[in-house]
């Protein structure tokens, strides 16, 4: 369903991890309640949700490393 790539912010030179979908495989609703259930978990070992972009074919869910 996915990819998770280790990208990294141009201006801030953050690293972060992008977990790439493909539109086709998951929709908007089911991309947003994985990115609100991600929201929802909080522990010392899971890294936190930063962000979540969408464009015509690919959502994006952006974490912290």
Same mark, same amino acid.
């Given at each position: 369903?996915?990819i998770v790539k *280790?990208? +990294? ?5 953050? *690293? !972060?991890?992008? *977990? @790439? ?10 991309? $947003? $309640? $994985? @990115?609100?259930?991600l929201l929802s978990? +909080? =522990?010392?070992?899971?890294?936190? !949700?930063?962000?979540?972009?969408? /464009?015509?074919? /690919? =959502?994006?869910?952006? /974490?912290?490393?």
């Open positions: 369903f996915s *280790k990208c +990294q912010h141009n201006g801030s030179g953050e *690293k !972060v991890a992008v *977990k @790439f979908i493909n539109s086709r495989l998951m929709s908007a609703v089911a991309a $947003e $309640e $994985e @990115f609100t259930m978990l +909080q =522990h010392i070992h899971l890294p936190s !949700v930063i962000d979540i972009y969408a /464009t015509p074919t /690919t =959502h994006a869910i952006v /974490t912290e490393m």
